[in-house]
């Protein structure tokens, strides 16, 4: 069983940055390869940004170059800072996890960028 709990949503004026931190269960952190999703009203989820066990990124089209996913395994945690945040951004961000076949989900943090 892996548990994820994200935070640091919030309101940001376009142009702005945010971090989202998801803090995840379980000793062996280290080898779960982790992303964060979006989803915007009335659109799919759509995968943003993904690390590897062994640190490889993979980014979505419309935020590579202004989102940075990093990992710290001491601290179970990984991140999303997301600079130049654009209106279109706006979504629930969810981070994600696959271990021993099964889908692990957070419960979504809010993120708006409006002015």
């Known amino acids: 069983q892996v548990q994820l709990v994200e935070s640091g949503g919030g309101l940001v004026q376009p142009g702005g940055s945010l971090k989202l931190s998801c803090v995840a269960s379980?000793?062996?952190?280290?080898?779960?390869?982790m992303g964060w999703y979006r989803q915007a009203p009335g659109k799919q989820r759509e995968l943003v940004a993904s690390?590897?066990?062994?640190?490889?990124?993979n980014y979505a089209d419309s935020v590579n170059g202004r989102f940075t996913i990093s990992r710290d395994n001491a601290e179970n945690t990984v991140y999303l800072q997301m600079n130049s945040l654009k209106p279109e951004d706006t979504a629930v961000y969810y981070c994600h996890t696959t271990w021993s076949g099964r889908d692990y989900w957070g419960q979504g943090t809010q993120v708006t960028v409006s002015s």
């Open positions: 690390v590897t066990s062994g640190g490889t990124t």
């Open positions: 379980g000793r062996i952190f280290s080898r779960y390869a």
